[in-house]
């Protein structure tokens, strides 16, 4: 590489770290709340985690270089099963299931839903993955959405009853932030 190729590679690198940096596109994931007796939360340019109640609409967004990303999500009807429905149906092997039905709208650009996006978090802070199970229909099943796309299914976890007082469901972040907790429901 010669003297004027690296200058050119070191100028476009340092300006995508200074956009980074700067905020332009950093990824980040916010999110705010509405609906429900809670006041709405407004998203602030810093990623934010919001928190609300079951059955109110959390909305996650995110920009990335230009590409914005905005979904709703609503997690409702929580339900405990000490056997899966149906002849065959497994029990849980940490107490009770906790199902409930998530709706999930893609507003803006794309997103990727996925059963596996929710986690649940004891009060002490043990989490809980979803538990495989096949007799809590329908699942919600991964699939990618485009804008005005949506999809609603069935998440379960399989918890001690202890968990449950004072826990809350746990939605990922949106691309760089997929790794990091955007928003909880309380149950």
């Not at 899966?84 to 803006?108: A, I, R, W, Y």
């Amino acid at each position: 590489m010669n003297r004027k190729q690296f200058l050119l590679t070191l100028a476009a690198t340092v300006t995508a770290a200074t956009m980074l940096a700067c905020g332009a596109g950093a990824g980040d994931t916010s999110s705010s709340v509405s609906g429900g007796d809670a006041k709405s939360v407004e998203a602030a340019p810093e990623p934010t985690t919001a928190v609300g109640k079951v059955g109110q609409t959390i909305t996650l967004s995110s920009e990335l270089l230009g590409d914005k990303t905005a979904v709703e999500v609503t997690v409702t009807n929580p339900k405990q099963h000490t056997k899966e429905p149906g002849s065959f149906g497994s029990k849980p092997e940490k107490g009770v299931f906790l199902v409930l039905d998530v709706t999930v709208v893609c507003k803006q650009g794309t997103y990727h839903a996925n059963p596996y996006n929710f986690k649940f978090v004891a009060k002490d802070g043990t989490v809980f993955e979803g538990a495989f199970t096949i007799g809590f229909k329908p699942g919600l099943d991964a699939t990618d959405l485009a804008t005005g796309q949506k999809t609603a299914g069935k998440i379960v976890f399989d918890v001690s009853k202890a968990a449950l007082t004072g826990g809350r469901v746990q939605i990922d972040g949106v691309g760089l932030d997929s790794d990091k907790p955007a928003a909880y429901w309380t149950l």
